[in-house]
C-alpha cells in the first residue's frame, strides 16, 4: 500500500532563507508527483507537477525533484518570503488507480519577517 | 472564468440528516474526484469518476454517494450512516496528468 511521508511537520524560517521541504513515498510505481500549497481555509493551490520519468521541474523560485528509485522528492524555496506562508502538500498518484492521489500529511511553513 | 466551484463554503448539519455538497466544473474535464481533509492530515479520496454516468469507491466511501450524470458536475451525499462527517471536503478534476482543486466545503454536524 502506497504511504506519503512530509518532514518536517512544522518549519519557521527568517524571510530570505532558502529552504527545503522533504516528501517520501514507499512504492515506486507512481505516474507522477505534484506539489501543492494550501492557505487556511481554502483549496489547494498546483505548484509543480512532476512526471515518473523526469528528474526536477523549476518555476519561478520553485524547485521540484523527483528520485522514484528511492521513494523522495524535495521542494526546494529560494529567497523565502512571508507570502510563501502555508501549508505544502505533496501528492503521488500511483499506476492503474484511476488516477487517484495519495497525500502525505504536509509540512506548515512560516516565514518571518 | 474556467474553474472549479463548490458550495456552499459553509455547511452545517444536525445529526441524522443528508447533506449534498455541490461541485461544479467549467474545465471540460472527464476525470472529477471528492477528497475529504481532516485537520492537521493530507487529503482522502472518497469517490471518483472518470466519465459521466461512471463512479467508483475511493479509500473511505462508507457514508457516502455520488452521482455523475453530467460532465460538469459532480454531487456528493453525506448520508446520516457517516459516522464523522465534520471535515473539510475538495473535490477536483483531472485533465492529463495534474489535478486542479476546487476552494472546498467545510461540514461541521452539530
Known amino acids: 500500500k502506497q504511504e506519503v511521508t512530509q518532514i518536517p511537520a512544522a518549519l519557521s524560517v527568517p524571510e530570505g532563507e532558502n529552504l527545503v521541504l522533504n516528501c517520501s513515498f514507499t512504492?515506486?510505481?507512481?505516474?507522477?508527483l505534484q506539489w501543492f500549497r494550501q492557505d487556511p481555509g481554502k483549496g489547494l493551490t498546483s505548484l509543480l507537477l512532476?512526471?515518473?520519468?523526469?528528474r526536477e521541474q523549476t518555476s519561478g523560485r520553485l524547485n521540484a525533484s523527483l528520485d522514484k528509485s528511492s521513494g523522495r522528492s524535495t521542494l526546494y524555496i529560494a529567497a523565502s518570503q512571508p507570502g510563501d506562508s502555508a501549508t505544502y502538500l505533496c501528492?503521488?498518484?500511483?499506476?492503474?488507480?484511476?488516477?487517484?492521489?495519495?497525500f502525505g500529511q504536509g509540512t506548515e511553513l512560516s516565514v518571518k519577517p | 472564468d474556467g474553474g472549479i466551484t463548490q458550495s456552499p463554503k459553509y455547511l452545517f448539519r444536525k445529526e441524522g440528516q443528508n447533506v449534498t455538497l455541490s461541485c461544479e466544473q467549467n474545465?471540460?474535464?472527464?476525470?472529477m474526484y471528492w477528497y475529504r481533509q481532516d485537520p492537521g492530515q493530507g487529503l482522502r479520496l472518497i469517490y471518483y469518476?472518470?466519465?459521466?454516468?461512471?463512479?467508483q469507491k475511493g479509500d473511505i466511501a462508507e457514508g457516502y454517494s455520488v452521482s455523475r450524470e453530467k460532465k460538469e458536475s459532480f454531487p456528493l451525499t453525506v448520508t446520516s450512516a457517516q459516522k464523522n462527517p465534520t471535515a473539510f471536503y475538495l473535490c477536483?478534476?483531472?485533465?492529463?496528468?495534474?489535478?486542479?482543486f476546487g476552494p472546498g466545503t467545510r461540514l461541521t454536524v452539530l
Open positions: 512504492d515506486s510505481a507512481i505516474y507522477n
Open positions: 469518476s472518470q466519465i459521466v454516468n461512471d463512479f
Open positions: 512532476i512526471q515518473s520519468s523526469q
Open positions: 501528492a503521488v498518484r500511483p499506476r492503474n488507480q484511476g488516477g487517484k492521489l495519495i
Open positions: 477536483a478534476s483531472r485533465l492529463g496528468s495534474e489535478q486542479f
Open positions: 474545465l471540460n474535464h472527464d476525470a
